[in-house]
């Protein structure tokens, strides 16, 4: 059995789905069910034994505490954290809750529990962190990408919490030896992702004919990771990776915003066969973000090398597979965006209310 965190977000639920669909063992989603998380993610797992959900926050040590030692999980992900750049610059104060303190309250859950298994078990246990590349901070165009042995220079309020997280982590793999791993990721893109980030933001205001905010120039450049790929990896570090290590994990895509805007507009017109206003008109150039980042690039070599992993999808195949999944999930779109989802909780799940 393993316990993830934030399973029913955006990269917690692909993970879950890709867990399910290719091993038996359970695992236990512990979620607080932020506005970013739906269990509508997981709803083709409602009724499978091997996907438990307990609607608890990792900042609640006791209750985090007695999950562990009722279902004694081989492994912990944590996946949950507050993460959308943009609303740690409004207001940074949930970040730091939930990916600070947060973060340390579950690793003090996780480290008793671990330091009472027995040998065996204690053995075989592994704690592995999800964070982001943007804790590394910013590139120029001419800078090497990110290897595991960067300087840690985050710019805001939520790279800048996730570093801290980072930190507590690697403490206590280094004070009380608990079996740690991180992995810092790139930008990742896919189904179920919400739609206030860039790529499902662009499909989803063509859809609706909505202008696309571009922020400042829109020449900031990103490194695009699929989100199953960015799973696979995941998988493979889990059961391969080397104790008290950090993995970068990148999708080999830099692009600059307004290509990845252009590229969606384009397609999306030869999908809807809409050729009197071109999607690109839409695009609308906007005050740009405060301290924003202007590359992500990460270097891959080390889980290349050692792990032998690289991400499968081209942008190209990773953006079309994006696209059709929100063109035929629109009803999930229109769902988390308003208060639907909530309705349709209190129908399926009205005992974790
Ligand atoms: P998300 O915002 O879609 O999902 C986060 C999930 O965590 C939600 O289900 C939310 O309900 C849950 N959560 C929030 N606070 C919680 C708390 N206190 N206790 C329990 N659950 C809580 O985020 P995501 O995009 O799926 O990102 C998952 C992880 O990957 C995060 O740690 C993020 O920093 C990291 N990451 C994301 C990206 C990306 O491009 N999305 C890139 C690099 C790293
Ligand atoms: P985002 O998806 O918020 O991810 P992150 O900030 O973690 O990289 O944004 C990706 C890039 O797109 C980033 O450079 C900011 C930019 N952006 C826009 O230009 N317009 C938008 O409406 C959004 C949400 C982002």
Known sequence: MILVTGGAGFIGSNFILDWCRSSDEQVIN??????????????????????????????????????????????VINFAAESHV???????????????IGTYELLEAVNSYWANLQDSQKADFKFMHISTDEVYGSLL??????????????????????????????????????????????NNYGPFQFPEKLIPLTIN????????PVYGDGMQVRDWLYVNDHCDALRLILSDGSIGEIYNIGGLNEKTNIDVITMICNKMDDIQFKKDIPSINLIQHVKDRAGHDTR????????????????????????????????DNQNWVDSVSTGEYVKWMKKNYSELL
């Open 86 to 100: 943009d609303r740690s610059i409004h207001g940074p104060r949930d970040f730091i809750y939930t990916n600070i």
């Open 205 to 212: 205001n063509i859809i609706h004919n909505k202008k696309i």
């Open 30 to 75: 512990i979620d607080k069910l932020t506005y970013a998380g739906n269990l509508m993610n997981l709803s083709s797992l409602k009724d499978s034994p091997q996907h438990k959900f307990f609607n608890v926050e990792i900042g609640n040590s006791n209750q985090v505490s007695k999950i562990l030692k009722k279902y004694k999980p081989r492994a």
């Open 141 to 186: 165009p001419e800078d090497s990408s990110f290897t595991e042995k960067n300087q840690y220079k985050p710019n805001s309020p939520y790279s800048a919490s996730k570093a801290s997280s980072d930190h507590l982590v690697r403490a206590f793999n280094k004070t009380y030896q608990l079996p740690t791993i991180t992995t810092n990721c790139s």
């Open 296 to 327: 992500y690039s990460i270097d891959i070599s080390k889980v290349s090398k050692t792990l032998d992993w690289k991400p499968k999808e081209t942008f190209e195949s990773g953006i079309d597979k994006t696209i059709k999944w929100y063109l």
